[in-house]
């Protein structure tokens, strides 16, 4: 299986001198091809700050970050916003549709970001929005939209240029548990069937069940208990979205 | 222009309130430059339509050709200077006078030069003056009541002349222009009102070849001034244009300064709308596009519908109002108008440039 996201001894220490704080010290997590990983930890661990330097938001101190296989540890903002759009695909916490946009735009916004346009890319977008169930919901605004059917709109933006990657920061935050428990359900069940690597962070312990490998970030550093891999059998069903 | 677009199709309301408030002010801006361009032509036609280049007044008079007296042998001394020069006496003053039979006063504007040069004007209606009490005035007073063989004179004087042409846009100081024979002027002059010593007010001057300075040094007691400062020397010429263009200014200020803040705000009410926007792989240079594109096309569509309206109130305002509208004058404004809104825009393009990708994951900054 490829390994799609590798994190090398990632250090990151923000400010400098009596200031300074160090956020994250010697992570290293590598995740395969159809892997979903849950990341939690206490508040101010550091999950925010590793999920941003796998994201290619943030610079890491010093260590590697492989996307794809493609080492973007010393890239510039613009050709880092170019290995987001291409390689990865992000689910925030809330409010992260455009509110202007109908639901079929969030997603052609996307793929027009990555320079696609045309019947291809709307041909795309109405399959992935028929995965999540919203291919009715297709003319509406966000606003017209419920938390749950917004964060299912998410989850299919995050898929439409076909990333490596998957990047999750708490999107069941702002659902309420069985709502939450579908979205991450249909994450799950994305990412396997399409082959991607995810990683989400978390403080919703309910939904851990659904998830390959569960890491601990404390105080900064990455724990992996091995007993703590849940059992894959479990079948996500996608008849209880919300 | 993909967000551009959508986001003025659902802000309908915001954007059409700030597009209503830039229609008014552009439309403002362009009556009050109307205005400003039919004052200016209602003080200073006759100079400015005058084939003319320089003239020469005396020494002192301060720009002003009312103030200017000439000897007569100025016109030969100029005329010996260059062969290239043609030279034209001007005799001007101010009347006002009653048309034969009725007790209303008439100001006028009195020209008096050489009925065959070229400062006789081209006549619309009538035709030229052939006898000395015969004058040709502007049209502007047909709205008096004048027309061709009518007689306008003053009774103290005793003197009449006759009306026998009409010219377009002479005037001079506000007040309709009348036209006559230098020669029957200067007697007229010397009989009626006693002055000993002919004179002329200026000598109007065209040449190709002849500066300015070249003039001014080879003539004594005199002094040169172009034609646009002879317009600018009309008696409260500047003083009026001076207070249209600062008003103008004013409005195109106004104009970029709510643009600028409008956009602004809305861009402060969307920093986190931008993160999000740039984590998932929008560069400024793509945002920045889009706001610039919301910013001219508003600016755009504003202007063109106050130049609609303002064209809808020049068919309606009065004949005798002046008023009116240069094509270059009004695309000078509205290119004006559409630039500082863009110069307006450039605040909020900062404020885009400075959006973190990283605000749209927790709490990281
Ligand atoms: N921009 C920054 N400058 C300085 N210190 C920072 C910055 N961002 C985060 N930190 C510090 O780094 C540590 C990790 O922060 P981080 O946001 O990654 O925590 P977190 O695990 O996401 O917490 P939470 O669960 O509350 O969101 C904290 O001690 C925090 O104070
Ligand atoms: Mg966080």
Redesign the interface.
Known sequence: MKEKLVLENVNKIYGDGETAVTALQKVSLTVKEGEFVAVVGPSGSG???F??IA?A??SPTSGRILINQKDVTHLTS?EM??V???N?G?I?QA??L?????VL?QL???S???GKVGKEAEQKAKELLDQVGLLHRMNY?PEKLSGGERQRVAIA?AFMNDPGVILA??PTASLDSKRGRAVVELMASEVKQRGKAAVM?THDERVLDLCDRIVTIKDGMLYEKKADIVNKDKKPEASVLG | MFLALRELKYSKGRYGLIGLIMVLVAWLTFIVSGLANGLSSDNASILKNMDADYFVLQSDSEHKLTRSALPVEKLDEVRQLNGDIQAEPLSQTMLSVYQTGSNKKIDIAVFAIEPEGTLMPSITEGQNMAANDEIVVDSSLKEKGIKLGDTIGDKDLGIEWKVVGFTKNQKFSHTPVVFMDIQYFSDLMQASMGKKVASYNSIVIKSDSVNKDTLQKNLTDAEVITKQEAVQGIPGFKEEQGSLTMMIAFLIVIAAFIQAVFFYVITLQKISQFGVLKAIGAKTSYLATNLVGQVLLLAIVAVAISIGLTFGVSAILPESMPFELGTDILSQYSGLLILVSIIGALLSLNRIAKVDAIEAIGRVE
Do not use: H, I, Q, W
Request: net charge positive.
């Open positions: 999950k925010s700050t999920l941003s994201g938001l943030l613009r916003s170019d987001r759009v291409k990865l992000f925030f409010s992260n455009v509110p202007y946009l109908k735009d052609l916004l996307v027009k970001l990555a605004y933006r920061d708490e962070v």
